[in-house]
């Protein structure tokens, strides 16, 4: 990790078929070295940061959008970041150790709802439920648009069925398992959906190639996906109203023949050990045996595709750098992982 030069191919074959014009925005990254979802708070808080971040956005050329990171204790700062240039809010509930409805935060809710701004919130596997909370605040705040990171992994069952009662509740897909994917595509309308990465931990072009093409294999329409990578996250910085897509599909696209379900099973398999920086060991072997089928079978092609990103890990993993804490070529492998459950995306 990272391989983006070697992911590029898959990645760029999902943007031709999209819409011309149609505009990317990953949802979810950060930026920095310091960041306390790895190490600690300081104890001066977000101020130094969310000026950095402003100035880096500020910077960029329309390339980054700054949102700022907000704790309970330091809401009388919201006015001062986005008079400076920020964007929206990012609220880390576990990181920084309060609940979503600590009542401080309805300083942040107001504000957010009289300038439409985004609120990204932390809702990965350790934070508990947040779907009542989540639900009455964008029925009490209908101009705030409230995005729930990393697929709401603690609300999805409860959640997916009330998300059409408020307006303005997202879900973001910065996650790495094409399960959780499909799952939001095939329970979320489509227009409630954003595709993320959640950088350092994917890259936009690993997790936007994995979210388009759950996209397509879960059955949204090419302005559907188009949607997803950008278009909806994109309307929502603008302040803009916001289309209903529709509801989501009924059905995938195609499903994965058995040789596609063994590979991506293993696959996922070999994933877990490399982000604790081992080797993935039998599981990749076992994922490279179901690969190797006749040329007739019908999901030839697609093996064929995962066998080139399983040989590009082989070619180039002892020349990637270690970025984190993860295996040098963990994309590579996670990529092939979702190629192999997405067999009605197309490819390169």
Not at 19 to 28: F, K, Q, R, V
Not at 152 to 170: K, M, W
Not at 280 to 290: K, Q, S, T, Y
């Amino acid at each position: 990790m990272y391989a983006d030069h070697l992911v590029q191919p898959w990645y760029d074959r999902l943007l031709q078929e999209l819409p011309a014009g149609s505009a990317i925005l990953d949802a979810h990254t950060h930026v920095g070295d310091r960041d306390s979802s790895g190490i600690t708070a300081t104890a001066e808080g977000y101020r130094a940061a969310n000026a950095a971040c402003i100035d880096a956005a500020r910077r960029s050329e329309g390339r980054l959008v700054a949102l700022a990171r907000v704790v309970p204790d330091e809401v009388d700062q919201l006015e001062e970041w986005l008079d400076a240039g920020a964007a929206g809010v990012k609220l880390h509930l576990s990181s920084d150790e309060f609940d979503l409805d600590d009542a401080r935060l309805e300083r942040v809710f107001a504000t957010a709802d009289e300038r439409r701004l985004p609120v990204v919130v932390h809702a990965g596997p350790e934070v508990d439920s947040l779907a009542r909370t989540a639900l009455g605040t964008c029925e009490r705040w209908p101009g705030l648009r409230m995005v729930l990171a990393h697929c709401a992994l603690s609300d999805l069952g409860r959640l997916h069925r009330h998300l059409t009662d408020v307006p303005h509740l997202f879900l973001d897909t910065s996650w790495w398992t094409p399960a959780h994917l499909l799952a939001v595509f095939r329970l979320v309308p489509p227009g409630r959906v954003l595709g993320a990465s959640d950088l350092p931990y994917s890259t936009p072009v690993s997790a936007l190639m994995s979210t388009g093409r759950c996209a397509w294999q879960a059955g949204l329409d090419p302005a559907q996906v188009a949607s997803v990578l950008g278009g909806q996250a994109t309307r929502i910085l603008e302040g803009g109203d916001l289309p209903d897509l529709g509801p989501p599909p009924t059905a995938e696209a195609r499903t994965p023949g058995p040789f596609l379900e063994m590979a991506s099973t293993n696959l996922l398999a070999a994933l877990e050990p490399m982000q604790r920086g081992l080797d993935p060991e039998v599981p990749l072997a076992v994922a490279r045996h179901a690969c190797d089928v006749p040329t007739d079978d019908p999901d030839a092609p697609v093996l064929a595709s995962v066998l080139r990103l399983l040989d590009l890990y082989e070619e180039h993993r002892e020349h990637l750098p270690r970025r984190n804490s993860f295996t040098p070529g963990w994309d590579l492998v996670s990529a092939a992982a979702v190629v192999a459950r997405t067999p009605a995306a197309p490819l390169p």
